[in-house]
Each structure stands twice: as C-alpha cells, then as structure tokens.
C-alpha cells in the first residue's frame, strides 16, 4: 500500500463551523505533513509531526489545529476559517529525517478541496 | 533562506517534442533535489529526485542533473506525449535535515497533439 487517503474530497464550510479533514497512510512512515496550495501556485507547508509529534508550525492561525493521534492518522481541525482560507489541503508522509540526510520521498495525497463561505 | 525559481509558465508543445523547464536553486547548504508532478484533480507525485553534484536523476523518460557550478536541475525529456499534461514543480530540502520540501512555483505544461 503505498497510498496516502484523504477524506473529504471536497468540503464546503461557513465561518462559523467546525469541521476535521483527515489523512491516513499505511507505509509505517512516521512524519506526516500538512500543506496549504492555493489555485495555480506551490504547496506550502504547515505542519509537520515527526514520530506524532509536532515537530514543525509555520506560524499557522491557530483557526487551524492539527491532531496525529496515532502514527497512522493526521487529522486537522478547523474552526473559524476566513474565506481566504479556501485552498487545497495536502497530506504527505514520509520516513523522517535521521542525521541530516533528509532526501526522502513525501507521498502525497490527493487533497481535499476546501471552500469557506 | 533556501529558494527555488522556475521557468515561468504556461508551456505548450506539441507532442513528441522537446521538453526543458529551467530551475535554479539557492541554499545554505547542500541540498537534495526533486521534480514533483501534479496532475489535474490530485495530489503531487515525485517525478525524480537527485541528492549529489552530478547525480542524474530518471523517470518515465524525464532527466534532470544535479549542477553545482550552475545551482540548476533542468528538467528535459525527449519526446513529450499528451498524457505528460501537468503541473511540474522543482523543490530542495537541505542536508542539515529540517525535513521541509521548498518548492518553486510551478510549470504548467500543455502538450497537444
């Protein structure tokens, strides 16, 4: 299995929801990631968690919060979102860095399209 | 801090054509080197990756080598075919291991038959 599955594909929120996008992968990797991609430009990261532990936030808003409650599963939760929050959402895995030789391959998921009203 | 920049975009070519999108690097340090492609409606996909001067790295036709003297990772391949439509990015990581991918902005390619 060398997937990575995120749920919902599409999701349509208001500014005064709560609501979850979820990311599971099955490789026995353990650094997952969070990446926001706006239409027609590159990911950019927002979380990593390395052996289910935050271990990297790009200053996010805390209208976003990320969850690994097992190393299988990367949730992130969202409350409160502005309309320019509205992008797709990416979720990686990989093996985590080890001495600095970080050279590995992120698998990807193919996102979940995100739109706040 | 580490950037990528890219050819600027869109491409269109017409299939069996010649390919290269230019991407050059800056870092601190000695970098990893990636292609990643993005095809429409999913997630990214690594294409090909190098980890050393001179390393050539390969896939489904696609080359890119790892140029220390010119910070560059060009990506080309010989002769392109429609089903290669898609959104190309070029990224680095360091070797002192933040785990964090820097991407350029991307290259959409167009190929016509």
């Known amino acids: 299995d060398t997937e990575v599955t995120q749920t919902p594909k599409h999701l349509v929120m208001g500014m005064t929801n709560k609501k979850s996008l979820k990311c599971e992968q099955h490789?026995?990797?353990?650094?997952m990631y969070w990446y926001k991609q706006k239409a027609k430009k590159p990911p950019e990261l927002m979380f990593v968690?390395?052996?289910?532990?935050?271990?990297i936030n790009e200053s996010v808003p805390s209208r976003f919060s990320p969850e690994c409650p097992n190393s299988s599963l990367l949730n992130l939760h969202l409350h409160a979102l502005q309309p320019e929050d509205s992008a797709l959402y990416l979720c990686?895995?990989?093996?985590?860095?080890?001495?600095?030789?970080?050279?590995?391959?992120?698998?990807f998921g193919s996102g979940t399209q995100l739109s706040v009203l | 801090g580490d950037s990528v920049t890219q050819m600027e975009g869109p491409v269109t070519l017409s299939e069996e054509a010649f390919l290269t999108i230019n991407c050059t690097y800056t870092?601190?340090?000695?970098?990893?080197l990636f292609w990643y492609v993005q095809y429409p409606g999913e997630g990214l996909q690594l294409l090909l990756k190098?980890?050393?001067?001179?390393d050539k790295g390969s896939n489904k036709g696609f080359e890119a080598t790892y140029r220390k003297e010119t910070t560059s990772f060009h990506l080309e391949k010989g002769s392109v075919q429609v089903s290669d439509s898609a959104v190309y990015f070029c990224?680095?990581?360091?070797?002192?291991?933040?785990?964090?991918?820097?991407f350029g902005t991307g290259t959409r390619l167009t190929i016509i038959p």
């Open positions: 990686a895995s990989s093996h985590p860095g080890a001495g600095g030789l970080t050279n590995e391959k992120l698998f």
């Open positions: 870092a601190t340090g000695y970098p990893s």
């Open positions: 968690y390395s052996y289910e532990k935050l271990s």
């Open positions: 190098a980890t050393k001067a001179d």
């Open positions: 490789m026995g990797h353990r650094a």
């Open positions: 990224a680095l990581t360091d070797l002192f291991g933040n785990e964090k991918l820097t």
